[in-house]
């Protein structure tokens, strides 16, 4: 089944405790890309890659960092959450170009206190 | 910066009646996509349509697009209590493969 999976799904954890929130997708996908959902912030987009070692900065960088060594992981990485990092991420992975859908993951609550 | 704008924020119907949701976008594009979120799940996609094509149908789905006014509307005929859902507009930018997403549309269907 295609999928993109993310892990974990629920997470609480305190500020300055260094945390990675893994994705993975089976499709072969060249494109992934991390999001935050907020309340009436609807979804911003914090990093991207185009492909294996390509990443980019999305709207919201700041705070984050990604890796993308392999083609199907593409893991979010919080050196030292704060509690304004409290949201909902999503991650996505599509085929290459402006035209394709994106498939998005379960999504993972992270809380900082 | 929050390329789609949907309009209403929510929207209540009851079930058997349409539902309409808007979005409009500043910015020339290549595509719009709409999504629909299930509280708190990932977003599922519903219907592309290109910056060429006026309409374009699926199922109960119709959605518009009006390049000159950087508009579109998504119509879900005769809705149904499961359409209960967010649903958001993306727009897709004339390279590449990102997409810049609105704030969505709540849409609640009462049985």
């Known amino acids: 089944e295609a999928q993109v999976t993310q892990n974990p799904r629920y997470l609480i954890t305190v500020t300055g405790k260094k945390l990675t929130v893994t994705c993975s997708q089976n499709?072969?996908?060249?494109?992934m890309s991390w999001y935050r959902q907020d309340p009436g912030l609807g979804l911003r987009q914090i990093y991207y890659?185009?492909?294996?070692?390509?990443?980019d900065k999305g709207d919201v960088p700041e705070g984050y960092k990604v890796s993308r060594k392999e083609k199907r992981n593409f893991p979010l990485i919080l050196e030292s959450p704060s509690p304004n990092q409290t949201s909902l991420y999503f991650c996505?992975?599509?085929?290459?170009?402006?035209?394709?859908?994106?498939?998005f993951g379960p999504g993972t609550r992270l809380t900082v206190t | 910066s929050q390329q789609g704008e949907e309009d209403p924020q929510a929207l209540s119907i009851q079930e058997g009646e349409n539902a309409t949701m808007n979005c409009s976008y500043k910015?020339?594009?290549?595509?719009l996509q709409w999504y629909r979120q299930n509280s708190g799940r990932g977003l599922v996609h519903l219907i592309l349509?290109?910056?060429?094509?006026r309409e374009k149908h699926s199922g109960r789905l119709r959605v518009t697009l009006d390049t000159s006014k950087k508009s579109s509307s998504l119509l879900i005929t005769a809705s149904r209590a499961a359409d209960t859902a967010s649903y958001f507009c993306?727009?897709?930018?004339?390279?590449?493969?990102?997409?810049?997403f609105g704030e969505g549309t709540q849409l609640t269907v009462n049985p």
């Open positions: 993306a727009t897709g930018e004339t390279s590449g493969s990102r997409l810049t």
């Open positions: 910015t020339s594009i290549n595509n």
């Open positions: 996505a992975s599509s085929s290459p170009g402006a035209v394709n859908e994106q498939y």
């Open positions: 349509i290109r910056s060429n094509e």
């Open positions: 499709m072969n996908h060249e494109y």
């Open positions: 890659s185009m492909n294996v070692e390509v990443t």
